[in-house]
């Protein structure tokens, strides 16, 4: 069994920062890629950063300059720091890995449970 576990979402005022985490636990052989993604009420999932296993990065446009993405592989823990934070970042923010489990053939995907992230005006 493999589980996702975020945390650090919270309440922040606008122009403020948080700090998410997303810890990988279980029978996991290899993680490949890491993310976050975030769904707004009424709004389709959408991506927000990515991070290979060798720390190359990606970022939605709307994203980029404020928002970073790392990861420690030693702890199978994927971090986004968010910085200049608006309302309309207001979400709940989801992490994602692609995992190898050990005596399994393939990569698949897991997702956390989701965390809250609200920006008040």
């Known amino acids: 069994q493999v589980q996702l576990v975020e945390s650090g979402g919270g309440l922040v005022q606008a122009g403020g920062s948080l700090r998410l985490s997303c810890a990988a636990s279980g029978s996991i052989f290899s993680i490949n890629g890491m993310g976050w993604y975030r769904q707004a009420p009424g709004l389709q999932r959408e991506l927000v950063a990515t991070i290979t296993s060798g720390g190359s990065t990606n970022y939605a446009d709307s994203m980029k300059g404020r928002f970073t993405i790392s990861r420690d592989n030693a702890k199978n823990t994927v971090y986004l720091q968010m910085n200049r934070l608006k309302p309309e970042d207001t979400a709940v923010y989801y992490c994602?890995?692609?995992?190898?489990?050990?005596?399994?053939?393939?990569?698949?995907?897991?997702w956390g449970q989701g965390t809250q992230v609200t920006v008040s005006s």
């Open positions: 994602n890995a692609r995992i190898r489990r050990t005596g399994w053939l393939g990569e698949y995907d897991y």
